[in-house]
């Protein structure tokens, strides 16, 4: 067979070219470590390798959401933390107040203490993260959630919305808590039923004095009954007036019926009545002769008989009615005007005694409903914990299944690249050899 110079120059050539872009492929897995120099060598591991790092790459942005939503509700624990220690001072304070001892300049400073508290909590609810947006004010987090109006009361101007961070594929988390889940709706009295005492109760009256004035006051009572008690008073929307009267010839109670209104509860009619005794506590029943199905206790009496004043009959009542929402900022601010009641007799005594009463079983109410928003928090922060750590595992799963597929055996890679070297040497070596041949040599 006969090879013509220019075959032997293409193919030695060919072959040179060969050894060179093997030498070459193999320089660049020594320098990068990865065996999928071209994916045109390796389509299906190049393939494989995509997906695979787009799955560590997600696995990346899971994991930075983790950090991030970890960030925000461990700033948002220890900020409802400090609501926390701010409450029981609240606490502390009003029954300290809640004694016939303290003198007005006690009072006085106790209201000026409490004011300072509620701008407090405002502060705690306008508390910003480091990107500065509102932790309480659910999606609408770039504006102050929490406003002081003229009048006393706090508005909220955030949303009942949560912003969300996706921890995996289909898993998100709240990373925040609106301002009014936390500090708008704690239910007043005792969750289910709040007690209001007349307006008349604790007044002097017309040429009276002090001494005229009942201590009659109520707590907050139980439920005896809770499916009774949710129908009478949220779905029929009943109230119930608790009256006891003082004549010449005792002290009786009357429960009456009815529905509140602009001018006080509307009476339906009485359901339970009898002799009434200082400390007693009064069962509620829906209708005459029913089982009780809530108790309220009373402490005291309602004022004494003074013929010489016109009074030879007595009597004070208190409206038991649904419980409704109301924020925290308003219990502080009835604990502010319980304190500026007064001292001086007996009816302030027993009045502010009244007010404070309601205002700390608002509180409790508070306080549970904050503890609630903790023990989510605290869930959330396992949750978030326990994903991120998933999500590690899962990590460098995926990062070992790559470097078991790209990753090259180095001495392997080394001997064939000295192999290919040398043969590229000799490849050279021979073609060049080749080229200085020629018959006039031997002529």
Known sequence: MQISTSQFFGSSLTGI???QNQLASLNQQLSTGSSLVSPSDQPVAAEQNIQLTAQISQLA???????????SLQLESSTLQNVGTLLN????????????????????????TMQGYVQQMLQYGNTQDGQGN?????????AQPFNLQGNGTVQYAGDGGQSQLALGPGLQTAIGDPGNAVFMNARTGNGTFSVAAASGNYVVPPSGSAADVGTLTAGQGSVLDTSQAQQQLMANGVSYAVTVSRTSAGMTYSVASGYASAGGLTSSGTVSSGAYTAGMSIGIPSTSGAAPF??????GEPAPLNASIGVTSTQESFTVSASAPQSVFQTMQDLVKAFQVGSGGPGNNTQRSQLISNA??????AQTT????????GARIQQTQAVSSQNSTVTLQLQTQQSTLTNINYPAVISQYEQSLTALQASQSAFAQMQGLSLFKYI
């Open 134 to 142: 509102y932790l309480f004010g659910g999606s609408l987090n770039g």
């Open 294 to 299: 809530m108790t309220l206790p009373l402490a």
């Open 360 to 365: 700390l079983a608002n509180l409790s109410q």
């Open 89 to 112: 001072q609240v606490r502390q304070l009003a029954q300290q107040m809640n004694n016939g001892t303290v003198n007005g300049s006690d009072l006085q400073n106790a209201a000026v």
């Open 61 to 71: 942005n899971y994991g930075q959401n983790g950090q991030n939503a970890q960030s």
């Open 17 to 19: 070219l060969n050894l």
């Open 370 to 377: 904050l503890l609630g928003v903790q023990a989510s928090i």
